[in-house]
């Protein structure tokens, strides 16, 4: 056992976790975030993904204690009260959502490729969502959802 | 028919109500949730694909730290525990029944897919309980297996059930044989193909889990299940179960994390951990991982057919003929005997006017997990035959492959075809010509050239399908084999201030019912989208229905218009007495109840606070309040239809197929919200696109072992992969429903395999290549082009 310290959605938290116990877990089973899920036990599905230290990262493949002292962002912490983030806001116009269980990765992921590239173009869009599944959209509107997502985030800086 | 939804709401792109939890992380799946007291559930599986079960020693697992209760199949025989139920009876040609094997929710006598469930572990923590299971020492006894169809009917292959000669199922046939083998005798052509139907995993991103409540006192029995269809679910349960009354369980479905029909059988895992929380009384949540899922999701597809066709010397097609090896698992799924047959063979005449018909199917019993409903269930399947035997015959005929299509298509409607199902309506022709206009295909050869000049080979595929969508009437289905229950239910509630729950029976797993059934009442009713709930999923509240599966909403929101529809005429009567005017006068608009006979109006908010106020009429002759329910039972299918032209280009260096472009003509009837659909139409397409070039489960011949597992092994779609798609609708109304509507769910994963690998062919020049086009077997095949 080690007492983990995080700040998470910008609050401090101190938790007691088995040495094996992964960021998922902590995040859905102490903290009670559940927004991000766990699709796979490969790594290849993103649907975990969360922001660490500014970059996202797979939360199913990083142990609790590797965090500790980390700042985490899951998707709860991206709306601002009432307000969504502008990429949660260009996923809902673009219809870049079905049954919404990708929906928190993809987002922590395209934030990410935002941050990274800017206004990226289809191409890169695309590459970039190479470690993030869904079975529902077929990535069409999703990809619009990012491309969208990065011209308001723009536009909000 | 009435498809005259004539408001702001319905029939426009408007942007999903649900939309706003799960962008935000507030969604609510079953594994999110964690009961007051709760265990978790592991499983013991069994590492053969065919091994008798000597002995079990729980004996090291029990005393581990956690371990709660240890089940195995033995002690659910002892509880008299029923096998699991295949609800779909069918008879073979010789009139004798199915022959279901045995299913146990836990193997008791032998295990007959690596990764059957053997035993169930519950702990305090989901941890304890999977170090318990791996501590459990199960003695097997490996027997001989075999994952081929072909083989397991063979005379002396391993047999995987006692008293199930050759492995065979069943032996069932449609159509008229006789009448067909005539067609042949006077046809001037005939061709013939010989295809498989890659085996699919359905992979829905949130694994399939359950979480169970027991409450002993009450002997009543709450399941969180994430699954297609919750009130069918409690009916399972209960009836064959008999976990708890049907009145004391209570199934509820939250959101659902995609499904394709991968989350609408009942299997033996659910049923386990059901069993385990009533045994200990305490809830007991079991979350697949995605190595379970990829073992025991029930597969889709897995067909090998022959199949012929025969012509006049004009190329119009004068019979088919079809014989199809349907690989069933190691055993018959909840509606696996359904699928390969009444789902399958009644489509294969697909868009032509065929005059004769016939197909024999023989299921196939082997050592592979269960295969079920996927994606389209049955209906990509016959669309693959027949729109791949057609290209073969226009290769063979030297007609384009679009003319070819365009000189069989079925002209009027309604068409009673060969093979049991009349179709609708439809506008093939107009499909084809707006596909054709979309992929400007007159413009071929120009990019086919310019593909030539970069030393890439391109190909255009055309496929035209048809299928059946929103499964009814009950009358029939019970015919075929089914027990019928085809309807669906809705119940409008309407309370006093004016707001309005609408409670159905069907239930969205990414569909976005509770925006589009909102749309439907919006418009009816007149009042803002914002007033309206829509409650699905929770049998504590619907009570009943069938949920969603087969493109099945428009059978659910045909109850809703229909509840909708008697809360007006109930309306028009209190309107009548608030406008002081006779009841035959009152007309309803807009949300506004109106009479000739006077100047004065009631808006519906004001009819509603007077229904429920029941002081301005009579209460001896209209009953106070404002509920209304309805069930829908649809007089026929729907068919939809669509033309989908598909452009690849090959890489003989490296044999990898890039699809280039994708246009999609599709006629889903009346459509409720465009966007949903185009969104639905995506991911279909891709699911099809991902069939015909990459995804298969292969398991091993020799040890009948799953050897694509994981999504390191399995061909999943990704983002890098798929074109940018170009659609258009063609709409031609269904008159199935009050709505018009057809269905949209299945169609681009059943029309696209057949465009992508005619598109394949068509670029090397071959009558067939199997799917999936993996870039190794089109390198073989560059191979060889090149050679000759």
Redesign the interface.
Known sequence: MAIIAMTVNDKPVEIDV?D?TLLIHVL??HL???????????S??G?CTVHLDGRAVKSCSILAAQANGAKIV???G??QGET?HPM??A???E?G????????GM?MTAIDIVNRHGRPD?AT???E??G????????????KAVIAGAAKMEAAQ | MNTAMSGTKFGKSQKRVEDARLVRGKGRYVDDMILPGQAYAAFVRSPYAHARIVNIDASAANDMPGVIRIVSGQDLLDAQYPPLPNIWMLHSRDGSEIKAGIRNALATDAARYAGEPVALVVAESREQARDAAEAIAVDYDELPVVADPTRALADGAPQLHPGIANNRAFDWEIGDEAATDKAFANATHRVSITLYNNRLVPNAIEPRAINVQWEGVEERMTIYITHQNPIGMRMLFSAVFGLAAEHKLRVVAPDVGGGFGSKAPAYQEEMAVAFAAKLIDRPVKWTADRSESFLTDAHGRDHLTYAELAMDGEGRFLGLKVHTLANLGGYISFSGALIPTYMYATMLCGQYAIPAAYCRVEGVYTNTCPVDAYRGAGRPEAAYVIERIVNVAAAKLGVDQAEIRRRNFIRSFPHQTPLVYEYDSGSYEACLDAALSLADYSNYAERKAGSEAKGLIRGVGISAYVEACGIGPSALLAKLGGGGNMWESAEVRVHPVGTIEVLTGAHSHGQGHQTTFAQVVADRFGVPMENISVIQGDTDRIQAGTGTYGSRASVGMSAVLNSCDKIIAKGKLISAYLLEVDAETVEFDDGVFSSKATNRTVAFGEMAFAAHAAAAFPTSEIEPGLVATSFFDPPNFTYPAGVYVCEVEIDPQTGVVRVDSFCAADDFGVIANPMIVEGQVHGGITQGIGQALWEQAVYDPDTAQLVTASYMDYGMPRADGIPDFKLTFCETPSPSNPLGMKGCGEAGAIGSPPAVINAVCNALGIDHVDMPATPEKIWRLCQLREAS
């Open positions: 088995a094996r859905r089973d009670r975030l559940t927004g991000a899920h766990v699709g796979c036990d490969t290849q599905c649907a899951t998707v709860e991206l709306a969504l949660q806001a996923f809902h116009e219809h959502l079905q049954c919404g269980f990708c929906t928190p987002i289809e869009v695309r590459a969502l190479e993030n599944l869904c079975r529902c959209t077929g990535y069409h509107n999703i990809v």
